[in-house]
Nanobody, 120 residues
């Protein structure tokens, strides 16, 4: 599976950004898709995950502000992360990921990452 993210960039506090991830290849093996992020000097953390049937989970730090969604209609599966009410602490490299399952900590595939920078 190949994952390509896009949509990162610079936003102001309180602003919005939308990240996209295109998944191609052996997408029939995908059970769930997720967004992770890693801020400078910090460990990579789960932001949100969505199952094939649409179940979602959000980290407490983003719940109510971020929305994860998927479009599985075509040969290329699309994953999105709509981010609003951005905070300085949302600044990080964001990674699209394919976990082994919806509630698994193990990730089979990673994207290359897209930078999100929130400024005041």
């Amino acid at each position: 599976v190949q994952l390509v993210e896009s949509g990162g960039g610079l936003a102001q506090v309180g602003g919005t950004l939308r990240l996209s991830c295109a998944a191609s290849g052996s997408i029939s093996s995908i059970n769930a898709m997720a967004w992770y992020r890693q801020a400078p000097g910090k460990e990579r953390e789960l932001v949100a995950v969505i199952s094939n049937s649409g179940y979602v989970y959000y980290a407490a730090s983003v719940k109510g502000r971020f929305t994860i969604s998927r479009d599985n209609a075509n040969a290329v599966n699309m994953l999105y992360l709509q981010m609003k009410s951005l905070k300085l602490e949302d600044t990080a490299m964001y990674y699209c990921a394919i976990p082994q399952d919806f509630d698994s900590d193990f990730v089979d595939y990673w994207g290359q990452g897209t930078q999100v920078t929130v400024s005041s």
